[in-house]
C-alpha cells in the first residue's frame, strides 16, 4: 500500500496520534508526518530487516514531542522524544507503536516507504 493518504483520512490520522500523544503526556506533539505503506515493510525499516509483521495496510505516523508513560503509582513505565504509531486504515486503531530516546531514534526515510504527508500541528 504505497499509496497517498486521502484527505478524509488525515482529521481521524490526527485525533488517533493526539488521543495517545496526551495518554503519553505529550498534549502538542510536532514534527508529525504520516505514510500510508505494508505494515511489514515499515516494521522491518524501522526495526530492522528481522522484524516480522503482517503484510496488510497500515498508516505509518512519526511525531516528535516529550512521551512519558506514567503507571498509576506514578512511576515512568518509558520515556522519549520520538514516536513511531502504526494505524490500521478504516478503524484508525493503534496496532503497535514505539517510541525512542533523543540517543536512539533510527534513521529512517520514511520517502522509501511512500509519499510522506507533514500533518498539521
Known amino acids: 500500500m504505497s499509496a497517498d493518504v486521502p484527505a478524509g483520512d488525515v482529521r481521524k490520522i490526527l485525533e488517533a496520534t493526539e488521543q495517545w500523544s496526551r495518554t503519553w503526556g505529550e498534549?502538542?506533539?510536532?514534527?508529525?508526518?504520516?505514510?500510508?505503506?505494508?505494515y511489514s515493510a515499515a516494521m522491518q525499516k524501522i526495526h530492522g530487516p528481522k522484524v516480522t509483521a503482517d503484510d496488510i495496510p497500515i498508516y505509518v505516523v512519526v511525531a516528535r514531542g516529550d512521551f512519558s508513560y506514567l503507571t498509576t503509582g506514578g512511576g515512568t513505565v518509558r520515556n522519549g522524544v520520538w514516536a513511531v504509531l502504526y494505524?490500521?486504515?478504516?478503524?484508525?486503531?493503534?496496532?503497535?507503536?514505539?517510541?525512542?530516546?533523543a540517543d536512539d531514534i533510527p534513521e529512517v526515510d520514511l520517502s522509501s516507504l511512500g509519499k510522506v504527508l507533514p500533518l498539521p500541528p
Not at 27 to 34: A, E, Q, S, Y
Not at 87 to 99: A, H, K, M, Q, Y
Open 87 to 101: 494505524l490500521e486504515p478504516v478503524t484508525f486503531i493503534l496496532r503497535g507503536f514505539t517510541v525512542r530516546a
Open 27 to 38: 498534549d502538542t506533539p510536532h514534527d508529525v508526518k504520516v505514510v500510508a505503506t505494508n
